[in-house]
């Protein structure tokens, strides 16, 4: 297991968001520092050099990195009908290798080079700008039902990364709360929930908000169910 590319990007215009957008962005030589960007709305992305541009929905501690697969890009390039997608295209900070990213569970730890220590939180969840960016039609329903959204991850321990650096995976959680399962909760299956908060406070503070309103909510749809039919 390896990091192929780190990658960041520069403020572009768009016309897909604010005005200006980040994601395009693009392999880099030499090291590069990753640390903890700081709060949401405040801080942007944790890798050095790589600009955020929309404080409201990206950045910030529990998004301070996005990792995307090089298999999960070689299908997307098969799906897409032989387009090239080169690495960061999906506007993934780290282009892995040998790393099941959408099947990694929330809470899992990997050691990336020597020194940098991640946690991984939650899946990415599709926008306009993403869609915009690849200029796919119906992009975001297509890479919403496709459930592989690639992993965002804490900085756990701040260090400094290479292009083919070893990644490997030192902490395992024992639940069964996958980045997938937890995408697939937030966008389309809303009935599973419940089932993330077995990952606890490793999950990222927004998704876990969601299934605990849902859980309290369904709780409390059950007991009025039972008191009307007692």
């Not at 590319?5 to 604010?18: D, F, I, L």
């Not at 962005?25 to 960007?37: A, H, I, L, M």
Request: hydrophobic share 40%.
């Amino acid at each position: 297991m390896k990091l192929l590319t780190v990658n960041v990007g520069r403020p572009r215009a768009s016309a897909h968001s604010e005005g200006v957008t980040g994601i395009d962005k693009r392999p880099v030589e030499g090291p590069v520092q990753v640390t903890d960007p700081g709060p949401k709305h405040i801080g942007g992305s944790g890798v050095a050099g790589d600009a955020v541009c929309d404080l409201r929905h990206h950045g910030g501690s529990d998004q301070a990195v996005y990792a995307f697969a090089r298999e999960e890009l070689d299908a997307w390039e098969r799906a897409l009908g032989g387009r090239t997608l080169a690495n960061g295209a999906f506007g993934e900070n780290l282009t892995t290798l040998g790393i099941d990213v959408s099947g990694a569970k929330i809470g899992e730890r990997w050691r990336i080079g020597s020194g940098l220590l991640l946690e991984v939180t939650s899946g990415r969840i599709p926008c306009r700008t993403f869609a915009g960016h690849l200029g796919e039609k119906g992009w975001v329903k297509r890479f919403t039902e496709a459930a592989a959204p690639g992993a965002y991850l804490r900085v756990i321990e701040p260090g400094t990364i290479r292009a083919g650096d070893p990644v490997e995976i030192v902490h395992r959680p024992d639940h069964e709360v996958t980045v997938a399962l937890q995408f697939r909760a937030v966008t389309t299956e809303r009935d599973l929930l419940p089932g993330l908060l077995a990952a606890g406070d490793a999950l990222h503070p927004e998704a876990l908000r969601r299934a605990r309103e849902y859980a309290a909510q369904a709780g409390a749809d059950g007991n009025t169910g039972r008191a009307t039919a007692g």
